[in-house]
């Protein structure tokens, strides 16, 4: 069975950091995209970022320079460091995976996704 679990979710205040993780089993992550996106309460899901198989990278706008997602492939985990968090970061953060296709675009195409995990939450207080 592939599922993604992702962890490391919590309450911070502003300008704060956290570091999510996400473990994938069932599966050899090495041959899919790998990415996180994020929902708010009432607010459709974003991308924040993705990986490519060969470990190139896409940001949103609204967390570049600030976000750094990476892979470790040989314990098929992916991570999203999150640097100056702010309040408007608050989400459920949602690891994601693709087979194939443009990772570029799919950060702009949540619907793309092929496999999620349950989340995990990320408030940032003020």
């Known amino acids: 069975q592939v599922q993604l679990a992702e962890s490391g979710g919590a309450s911070v205040q502003a300008g704060g950091s956290l570091r999510l993780s996400c473990e994938a089993s069932?599966?050899?992550?090495?041959?899919?995209?790998m990415g996180w996106f994020r929902q708010a309460p009432g607010k459709e899901r974003e991308g924040v970022a993705t990986?490519?198989?060969?470990?190139?990278?896409n940001y949103a706008d609204s967390v570049k320079g600030r976000f750094t997602v990476s892979r470790d492939l040989t314990k098929n985990t992916l991570f999203l460091q999150m640097d100056s968090l702010r309040p408007e970061d608050t989400a459920m953060y949602y690891c994601?995976?693709?087979?194939?296709?443009?990772?570029?675009?799919?950060?702009?195409?949540?619907?793309?996704?092929?496999?999620w995990g349950q989340g995990t939450q990320v408030t940032v207080s003020s």
């Open positions: 069932g599966y050899t992550s090495n041959n899919y995209c």
């Open positions: 994601a995976a693709k087979r194939g296709g443009d990772f570029m675009a799919w950060v702009l195409n949540p619907r793309e996704t092929q496999i």
């Open positions: 990986i490519s198989i060969g470990g190139s990278t």
